[in-house]
């Protein structure tokens, strides 16, 4: 079985807020110097339009309707067949809207078994697909075909402007006849608008390496016109399709190019500054903090992550189970014992390797700031001499507020036994600066991010609706003693332990931020 063009779209579900209708299409003028039509193939093509026109993608559409928009593409399909090779038009690169699509004389239906048969076999159309196209909560549903350059693809586009975009895209493989391109799904991605104007970035969850053939179709185009393209598909569907010059939604299409590959790796000579030990926020691992390290590590620091897995963190499991926890009076070494051996690795490894000698300065980001802070309090003076600074990324150094809130505390003690124990910028041999942000205000308002906010802020510092970075109080965030400044940032900007970021997000580690506290590095 192979698939279609489209076919893969919407496989999984996804909740987001939708446009309820379709925008009217509206036909774009002729581009300059374009071929003459006749006046047969415009009037066709006028009548193939005007039957369209306000449908969402042919939903709606009478079945005698659906038989004209069959025959009159036939008509202009046989018209074309006969001229030069659409593969190498001009015309042909660029974005089409599909304004419909459909197999003649079949009725495909999400909960048909026939249909479902028919599409298992390789002979029909995908039902899902078919629902997808003909969905009002669709906004567009278009291709874009890039066909020269190094890595020509084909990408297919289901647009849920403004809050979500699906793209499924398919490289090109050959072009096995005149007017016909042959495709292979290489993958997709899943754009969601998320909150602190970041937009989530998922990997379309269909493993086409595994497909083989099956990944394989062929999109074959016999009528193509400044106004209109006619093409179909390996199983039989027919795509009408309008060029089209701008997207619904620009800022998140323009997320559907590729990222572009990861820098070099920094040559061990030219990291001529003191190492760098990035202390992970809680989930965090490695993959998390790539952004921070590379521009870390292109202004000459090596930098060590602490190695932490995600599951490691169910090591906090057992600490759950003691009278400290119920009473909020967990203390670090019964419940970071992980962390504090994780930081001990990285600390050696640091100290064996090339750049033994050197004085480290430790990064903390989140709960990883009051974390190092117990962990220093934990050595002896003679191993803390190891360390040169300590920076804290968006932590929430001070314990929550007597009373109710401190019952409910997040921490079930461990921020108030640090504070209580290290307070402010306790180790005078060190030099501390704590880093907060004002991006975010907690309201009572239907936006995800103050709602997040909020519900952050008011255990934490007792004022629901103050400043901070969406997590993290401005107020929470520094340490009297310490080097203080304010960015304007957001918490975090990737899904802990994922690798997954939030794209477009500015955050502690984003390479405009860094620059407003690295200089403290040296």
């Known amino acids: 079985m192979r698939v279609s063009l489209f076919s893969l779209l919407l496989c999984t579900p996804v909740s987001v807020a939708l446009r309820s209708a379709t925008p009217p299409y509206s036909r774009p003028l002729r581009a300059p110097c374009a071929p003459v039509l006749s006046v047969s193939a415009v009037h066709e093509e006028n009548a193939l339009l005007a039957l369209l026109e306000g449908s969402t993608r042919g939903k709606g559409l009478s079945s005698a309707d659906k038989a004209e928009v069959f025959r009159l593409a036939t008509i202009l399909e046989e018209r074309g067949a006969s001229g030069d090779d659409t593969n190498a038009s001009p015309l042909l690169p660029g974005r089409w809207r599909v304004l419909f699509q459909g197999k003649p004389g079949e009725d495909v239906e999400i ?31 278009y291709q874009v075909l890039e066909l020269n350059g190094s890595s020509p693809r084909i990408n297919n586009v289901v647009d849920f402007s403004p809050r979500a975009v699906i793209a499924i895209e398919a490289a090109l493989d050959g072009k ?7 495709f292979r799904f290489t993958g997709g991605r899943v754009l969601l608008r998320a909150l602190w104007r970041g937009t989530l970035s998922l990997p379309y969850p269909v493993p086409f390496d595994l497909l083989g053939d099956n990944a394989k ?14 093409s179909r598909g390996n199983k039989g569907s027919l795509f009408v399709l309008v060029p089209e010059s701008e997207p619904d939604d620009p800022e998140l299409e ?9 820098p070099p790796p920094t040559p061990p000579e030219s990291l001529s500054r003191d190492p760098v030990l990035i202390c992970p926020a809680q989930f965090g691992t490695a993959k998390d903090y790539s952004e921070l390290v590379d521009a870390l590590r292109a202004r000459g620091h090596p930098v060590s992550v602490t190695p932490l897995a995600f599951t490691d963190w169910l090591r906090l499991v057992p600490a759950a189970l003691t009278p400290e926890y119920w009473k909020c009076e967990l203390a670090p070494e019964t419940a970071l014992p992980f962390y504090f051996e994780a930081l001990d690795r990285a600390v050696d490894e640091l100290a064996s390797g090339p750049f033994a000698g050197r004085p480290i300065h430790l990064v903390a980001h989140s709960i990883g700031g009051w974390i190092v802070r117990a962990y220093l309090g934990a050595l002896s003076a003679e191993k803390r001499a190891a360390f040169a600074s300590l920076v804290t990324l968006g932590t929430p150094h001070t314990p929550p507020p007597e009373g109710f809130l401190r019952t409910i505390d997040q921490t079930r003690g461990l921020l108030r036994y640090v504070e209580e ?12 600066l704590t880093v907060g942000s004002r991006a975010v205000r907690g309201a009572l308002k ?19 609706f103050a400043e901070g970075d969406g997590i993290t109080p401005i107020g929470c965030a520094h340490l009297e003693g310490a080097e203080q400044r304010e960015v304007d940032a957001f918490h975090i900007a990737f899904v802990p332990g994922s690798g997954t970021r939030l794209l ?9 931020v860094i620059e407003q506290w690295v200089d403290f590095l040296g």
């Open 111 to 141: 909960f048909s078994v026939q249909s479902w048969r028919s599409y298992l076999s390789g002979t029909g159309p995908s039902p899902i697909q078919n629902l997808v196209s003909s969905s009002g909560s669709v906004s567009r549903l």
């Open 176 to 182: 096995p006849q005149a007017n016909r391109l042959g």
């Open 217 to 230: 179709g062929w999109l074959q185009t016999d009528y193509l016109s400044p106004s209109l393209r006619l």
């Open 254 to 262: 323009k997320l559907l190019t590729p990222p572009p590959p990861p």
């Open 421 to 432: 124990r290290y307070p402010g910028a306790y180790h005078k041999e060190l030099r501390y």
């Open 446 to 464: 239907p936006e995800l991010g103050a709602l997040l906010a909020t519900a952050s802020y008011l255990p934490l510092c007792g004022d629901a």
């Open 504 to 512: 477009g997000t500015p955050w502690y580690g984003s390479p405009t």
